[in-house]
């Protein structure tokens, strides 16, 4: 049987009066980049923390590899790379520093995929770190997180404050990474369009409760859109079609969703005779905008 990398049975926590998360239950395959999204304060922090162990869950169970992580499990931890969202880093360190303090933590630490880190990310060794920029420093995360090989790598908004080519270079590096095999990908981030290029699986929450986790390719799949113009006009009333939603339209030019056999839909659809039909790439941004004003 397939061990989950990362499982999470019934995790609640409260902060206070007010609960944080209700009852999350996710389980993360190894070799999947896997992708946590939900609006600002839905909860995604405080779950990775308590993946993490770096925050106790108020009831529930985190586990890593099938093995219970204990709050602080450093054991475990040494397996994991972990890009915080508000990384901060002593700011009178050069990044040189800070590697000579990181490095004996992990005995995996490989010198030359920290040098090849250093190149690619075009990150000076020796200048305080107080005086990067904000990418720069995101960089420096990233390159910390990486350069022992984790096996699990936790990112709360990876690419935040990265300018558009690293962080095209930086995705790269990542699916290549796992097309290698042996590493297992956490990442929440608001950019939806990143996530819909390298994530396999989704995982949406709102409000401290799981709505879904759903594969990429069956997400898109279950959320089609069709334009069509018939040859006649066609009421509203007529496309009322199971699996069949009107998004906007009347007479002869109508935007539909089709939820499910789109092949069905469309033998339906066809009774009426159809000038031009025609398939709609819909975007995850469009399916998380949705989601979250259905729920
Ligand atoms: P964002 O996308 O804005 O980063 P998020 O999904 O990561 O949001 P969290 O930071 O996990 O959200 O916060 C979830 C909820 O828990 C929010 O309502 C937040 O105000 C609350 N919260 C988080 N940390 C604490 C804390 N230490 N004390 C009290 N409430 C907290």
């Keep these: 049987m397939n061990t989950s990398v990362i499982e999470l049975k019934s995790i609640f926590k409260s902060y206070g009066s007010f609960l944080a998360l209700q009852n999350l239950n996710l389980k993360v395959d190894e070799g999947s980049i896997f992708g946590f999204l939900g609006p600002n304060g839905a909860g995604k922090t405080t779950t990775i923390k308590i993946i993490l162990g770096l925050r106790k869950a108020t009831e529930g169970e985190v586990f890593l590899w099938g093995e219970k992580n204990t709050r ?51 990150l000076p060794k020796n200048k305080k770190i107080g005086e990067f920029s904000l990418g720069m420093k995101r960089k420096l995360l990233l390159l910390l997180a990486l350069s022992f090989k984790p096996d699990l790598l936790i990112m709360d908004e990876p690419t935040l404050g990265l300018d558009p080519l690293t962080r095209y270079k930086f995705l790269q590096l990542l699916t290549g990474e796992v097309a290698q095999g042996g590493l297992t990908v956490f990442l929440s981030s608001h950019t939806l369009g990143e996530v819909e290029r390298i994530c396999d699986t989704v995982a949406f929450i709102k409000k401290g409760k799981l709505l879904e986790v759903k594969l990429m390719e069956d997400l898109k799949k279950e959320s089609q859109r069709i334009k069509v113009v018939f040859q006649k006009d066609v009421p509203q009333s007529a496309l009322q079609i199971p699996g069949v939603e009107v998004l906007e339209g009347s007479g002869k030019h109508y935007l539909l969703a089709i939820k499910g056999n789109i092949s069905h839909a469309l033998e339906e659809i066809s009774k009426f005779p159809i000038f031009v039909i025609e398939e709609q790439e819909i975007s995850l941004e469009d399916i998380f905008v949705k989601k979250m004003e259905e729920s």
């Design 72 to 122: 602080r499990g450093m054991k475990l931890l040494k397996r994991i790379g972990y890009v915080p969202e508000n990384g901060s880093l002593y700011e009178n360190f050069t990044p040189n520093q800070i590697v000579k303090f990181v490095k004996p933590y992990y005995p995996s630490w490989d010198v030359e995929l920290e040098k090849g880190y250093f190149e690619r990310f075009e």
